[in-house]
C-alpha cells in the first residue's frame, strides 16, 4: 500500500512539475558572434565568417556612410532587411536577421561603392518569430545627444528586443544606454575613413511593454550636425514544455 501511494506521489509530482514549466519563454541571453564586429572595407567586399550553431536567430546590426542601401551576399543564408535610417550627415543604421532553420557556418559579405560599411552579428537561443507589428526607427536631427529607437509594444508576452544606434564621430564607450531596460552587447569605435561608430543592444521580455522609455545617447560632444540614427525590432520567443533552449542552427 505504502509503494503504491509513494508512486502515485511522485507521478502527481511530475505532472505539476510539467505543467508549471510549460509555456515558458525558451529565449537565452544573446550572445555576439562577432566580437567588435568588422569593417567591411570603404566599398565593401570583406566578408566575415561566423557560426550560429545552436541558434534560432541571427541578427545584424548594420552601420555605413551612404544613402545608397548596403548588399548582403552570404554563402549559406538568406538574410531579411529593416529599413535603413539615415541621417542628414549620411550616418545610416539597418538591422537584418535570419530565422531558423539555417545553416550554422557561412560567410556575411557587405558590399556598396564608398559605403564604408560595418556590421555586428548577434546570436539568440529560443527566439523563432519575426513581430512585424513591433519594429520601428528613428533619425534625430543634428545637435542632439540622446534618441528614442522607436516606440512600440510586441504582439505577445516572451519577445526578444534589438535595437541599435548609430553616431557617427563616437567611441563604443561613448555610446550608452540613457533610460530602460535595453543591454549594450557589443559595438564598433568610429575610425577616420573606415567604420562610424555604433552599437547593438537586446531587451528580454517576459511581459510585453512598450519601448517609449527607452533611450540611447551619445557623450561625444563633438557630434554636432552629423545627427543619430536607431533601429528597434522585436522576435517572439518559443515556448515549450522545459526551460533548455532549443537550438535550430543547422537544421
Same mark, same amino acid.
Given at each position: 500500500?505504502?509503494?503504491? +501511494?509513494? @508512486?502515485?506521489? +511522485?507521478?502527481? @509530482?511530475?505532472?505539476?512539475?510539467?505543467?508549471?514549466?510549460?509555456?515558458?519563454?525558451?529565449?537565452? %541571453?544573446?550572445?555576439?558572434?562577432?566580437?567588435?564586429?568588422?569593417?567591411?572595407?570603404?566599398?565593401?567586399?570583406?566578408?566575415?565568417?561566423?557560426?550560429?550553431?545552436?541558434?534560432?536567430? $541571427?541578427?545584424?546590426?548594420?552601420?555605413?556612410?551612404?544613402?545608397?542601401? =548596403? *548588399?548582403?551576399?552570404? %554563402?549559406?543564408?538568406?538574410?531579411?532587411?529593416?529599413?535603413?535610417?539615415?541621417?542628414?550627415?549620411?550616418?545610416?543604421?539597418?538591422?537584418?536577421?535570419?530565422?531558423?532553420?539555417?545553416?550554422?557556418?557561412?560567410?556575411?559579405?557587405?558590399?556598396?561603392?564608398?559605403?564604408?560599411? #560595418?556590421g555586428l552579428i548577434?546570436?539568440?537561443?529560443?527566439? *523563432?518569430?519575426?513581430?512585424?507589428?513591433?519594429?520601428?526607427?528613428? =533619425?534625430?536631427?543634428?545637435?542632439?545627444?540622446?534618441?528614442?529607437?522607436?516606440?512600440?509594444?510586441?504582439?505577445t508576452d516572451n519577445?526578444?528586443?534589438?535595437?541599435?544606434?548609430?553616431?557617427?564621430?563616437?567611441?563604443?564607450?561613448?555610446?550608452? @544606454?540613457?533610460?530602460?531596460?535595453?543591454?549594450? +552587447?557589443?559595438?564598433?569605435?568610429? *575610425?577616420?575613413?573606415?567604420? $562610424?561608430?555604433?552599437?547593438?543592444?537586446?531587451?528580454?521580455?517576459?511581459?510585453?511593454?512598450?519601448?517609449?522609455?527607452?533611450?540611447?545617447?551619445?557623450?561625444?560632444?563633438?557630434?554636432?550636425?552629423?545627427?543619430? #540614427?536607431? *533601429?528597434?525590432?522585436?522576435?517572439?520567443?518559443?515556448?515549450? #514544455?522545459?526551460?533548455?533552449?532549443?537550438?535550430?542552427?543547422?537544421?
Amino acid at each position: 500500500m505504502m509503494k503504491k +501511494l509513494l @508512486i502515485k506521489l +511522485l507521478v502527481a @509530482i511530475l505532472i505539476i512539475a510539467r505543467c508549471t514549466t510549460t509555456g515558458l519563454a525558451l529565449c537565452a %541571453t544573446p550572445t555576439s558572434l562577432v566580437s567588435g564586429g568588422w569593417f567591411a572595407g570603404q566599398n565593401g567586399g570583406t566578408g566575415q565568417a561566423y557560426n550560429a550553431t545552436g541558434c534560432d536567430l $541571427i541578427v545584424l546590426i548594420q552601420s555605413s556612410y551612404t544613402v545608397t542601401a =548596403v *548588399t548582403h551576399s552570404d %554563402t549559406q543564408n538568406t538574410w531579411t532587411c529593416g529599413t535603413m535610417y539615415t541621417t542628414s550627415g549620411n550616418n545610416s543604421n539597418q538591422m537584418c536577421w535570419v530565422q531558423a532553420p539555417f545553416q550554422g557556418s557561412a560567410t556575411l559579405t557587405l558590399a556598396g561603392t564608398s559605403t564604408y560599411p #560595418s556590421g555586428l552579428i548577434f546570436c539568440a537561443s529560443g527566439a *523563432t518569430t519575426y513581430d512585424s507589428n513591433a519594429t520601428g526607427g528613428v =533619425v534625430q536631427a543634428g545637435g542632439g545627444s540622446t534618441i528614442n529607437p522607436g516606440t512600440f509594444t510586441p504582439s505577445t508576452d516572451n519577445q526578444v528586443v534589438f535595437s541599435g544606434m548609430v553616431a557617427g564621430l563616437s567611441l563604443y564607450s561613448d555610446l550608452v @544606454i540613457n533610460a530602460g531596460s535595453l543591454t549594450k +552587447l557589443d559595438g564598433r569605435s568610429y *575610425t577616420s575613413n573606415q567604420t $562610424i561608430g555604433f552599437a547593438g543592444a537586446y531587451w528580454i521580455q517576459t511581459t510585453a511593454a512598450s519601448t517609449s522609455g527607452e533611450q540611447w545617447k551619445t557623450n561625444e560632444a563633438s557630434q554636432g550636425s552629423i545627427g543619430l #540614427s536607431a *533601429t528597434i525590432a522585436s522576435f517572439a520567443c518559443a515556448t515549450g #514544455s522545459s526551460g533548455l533552449p532549443q537550438g535550430g542552427a543547422g537544421k
